[in-house]
């Protein structure tokens, strides 16, 4: 009996005792015959190889379980629309030390901005010459530049008489502009020098109808289609451009020529150097007064800000000049990088950018720009989870870069800035920027590489839609389809919804394919990341049960 049981154990593999009631089972009858005994033992190692085979495919899964996983996702949309905002949320909701490392670099960008601000003004302020046609300032100008109606009347052309005064102050910021381009760059670099002298044309193609941003003609680029061809040329290498006007030493302002853009390359790794040039100008302890900071250093442009301060507040809260503005319809207060109501804080000495300077700090994006994060190991995914997200530029010469990154991608987060409705494309301004934002949805939804891939709708840039709304601006002039519904935020965010989600389910080559629209404020942190951390767990755990991932 012994010897049978020791027997049956070798030949399964498993050892049983006694007391096992399954042993005791199978054991074989006493007066087995041998042919009994043969088919017996024939039984029994087929099912030790069954046994064997569900064990070696418990071992794999079980490794595969522990191997970490990878998620990629691509973030889509024109170029303002919010993507590298989002990125900058992402970072702060998963990677806050590498945000935190990063944050002093933003100080330079946020200065950039600012002086940029003032260009702007001083542009418009400027007294018109003979034959400068008052439109060219619109029609080389982003979208942060905002037109409400049709031309200025010819009343506003007139000195304003302070101007020669904030010009000669002021100028010493037009120099800065050029330093503070310089420190962003590689000095090492002669592409970056020659790319800070772009020549004109970029952005000045096309004309520009008088009043005409509801009726916008066809876009002369390549078809959306053409450009996210599904052909897969090599991945280019990122790089990150500052918008705005070309530095020249022209004494008159009116010939900076706004629009232009200032390369960056981010193989530099501005960030990086600039962070830790910072940090080593950090206070040494905080319970000593030996504090050694950047703001010691003569040549920090933090001297400069802060010394024409009070000029650039004085110009910004001059009602002479704020009437200006409004004459030619400039609403600096909703463009990108808009710091001027915050003066004072940002130019100060020990100005140390928070959360929200970072979010609203405007770098324009070329190429491609990856960040990796990891998630924490959890009961589903015990190696983890590697996140690589994909920030593109979004302006129509960087959009062959996307499609590169179709074929391996999990899921798309699309934002379309919705308050665009009555701006025009800095890269061509006969093209309205949410046609543009809608011809590029149908084209990411149509694509049959993305077919499988999970897509989530940011319908961003909410809070300057409400704003918009509520001024006044009516979307039906800009978007007769709307026809008389009525002008409020709810009506026309949800009629926006049902618009891209009614594309979506017309396009799709892939039926069963759920898209899913949020509305956000891609700058407001707490907002964005409840709907990032939902997104999250819906590319995680949702559809991609049914893909690869899982
Ligand atoms: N008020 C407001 N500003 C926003 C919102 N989303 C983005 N912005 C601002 O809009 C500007 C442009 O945003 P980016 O994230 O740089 O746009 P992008 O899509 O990366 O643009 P490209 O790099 O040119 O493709 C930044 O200054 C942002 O702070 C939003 O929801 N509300
Ligand atoms: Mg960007």
Redesign the pocket.
């Known amino acids: 009996m012994d010897r049978h049981i020791a027997q049956l154990a070798s030949t399964t593999g498993r050892r049983r005792s006694l007391s096992d009631p399954l042993a005791v089972a199978l054991q074989p009858p006493p007066n087995e015959s041998p042919e009994q005994r043969q088919t017996r033992l024939q039984a029994e190692e087929d099912a030790k190889r069954r046994s064997d085979r569900i064990d070696r495919m418990l071992k794999e899964s079980q490794k595969e379980q522990q191997r970490k996983k990878i998620v990629k996702v691509l973030l889509l949309?024109?170029?303002?629309?919010?993507?590298?905002?989002?990125l900058k949320q992402f970072m702060l909701l998963h990677s806050p030390v590498k945000f935190n490392a990063e944050r002093l670099a933003w100080r330079f960008v946020i200065y950039l901005n600012l002086v940029r601000s003032i260009r702007r003004i001083l542009e418009a302020i400027a007294p018109e010459q003979d034959g400068d046609d008052t439109d060219d300032l619109d029609s080389t100008e982003t979208a942060s530049i905002v037109v409400i109606g049709g031309r200025p009347s010819s009343a506003v052309s007139g000195w304003i008489t302070a101007y020669d005064s904030y010009r000669r102050r002021l100028a010493p910021l037009l120099d800065l502009e050029q330093r503070l381009i310089q420190l962003l760059s590689d000095p090492e670099d002669n592409e970056e020098r020659e790319a800070t002298h772009l020549p004109r044309g970029q952005s000045s193609q096309g004309s520009y109808a008088s009043g005409g941003y509801a009726a916008v003609s066809p876009p002369t680029s390549p078809p959306l289609s053409a450009s996210l061809s599904t052909s897969l040329p090599a991945r280019p290498t990122p790089r990150i451009t500052i918008p705005h006007g070309s530095y020249t030493s022209h004494p008159s302002p009116v010939a900076l020529s706004p629009g232009h853009e200032v390369a960056i390359h981010q193989r530099s790794n501005w960030k990086k150097a600039l962070g830790v040039m910072s940090r080593n100008q950090s206070p040494k302890s905080a319970h000593t007064n030996e504090i050694h900071g950047w703001w010691e250093d003569p040549h920090d442009p933090v001297h400069l800000m802060n010394r024409c301060a009070p000029t650039m507040t004085e110009l910004w809260r001059d009602p002479k000049v704020l009437q200006r503005l409004a004459e030619r319809r400039l609403r600096l207060e909703?463009s990108?990088?808009f710091y001027l109501n915050e003066i004072d804080r940002v130019t100060a000495k020990m100005y140390f950018p928070t959360d929200a300077d970072v979010?609203?700090?405007?770098?324009?994006?070329t190429g491609v720009v990856e960040h990796s994060f990891a998630l924490a190991k959890n009961s589903e995914f015990r190696g983890g989870v590697e996140w690589k997200i994909y920030?593109?530029?979004?302006?129509r010469p960087?959009r062959q870069a996307w499609a590169p990154y179709f074929d391996d991608v999990n899921a798309i987060i699309f934002?379309a800035?919705i308050s665009s409705f009555d701006q025009v494309l800095a890269e061509d301004p006969r093209v309205n920027r949410l046609d543009d934002s809608l011809q590029l949805w149908q084209a990411v939804v149509t694509n049959p590489l993305l077919q499988k891939v999970n897509i989530i709708l940011f319908l961003?840039?909410?809070?300057?839609l409400k704003r918009k709304l509520e001024s006044g601006v009516r979307l039906n002039h800009y978007m007769t389809s709307y026809r008389d519904r009525p002008n409020d935020y709810e009506t026309v965010s949800n009629y926006f919804r049902l618009k891209f989600g009614a594309m979506h389910h017309s396009y799709t080559p892939n039926k069963a394919r759920e898209c899913y629209i949020h509305f956000?404020?891609?700058?407001?942190t707490r907002n964005t990341q409840t709907i990032i951390s939902s997104v999250r767990d819906f590319i995680l755990t949702g559809n991609l049960r049914s893909s690869s991932l899982m």
């Open positions: 949309g024109q170029s303002e629309s919010g993507k590298s905002t989002t909703e990108s990088g979010l609203k700090a405007r770098l324009k994006t920030d593109v530029g979004g302006a960087q934002l800035p961003n840039k909410c809070d300057l956000t404020c891609v700058t407001d």
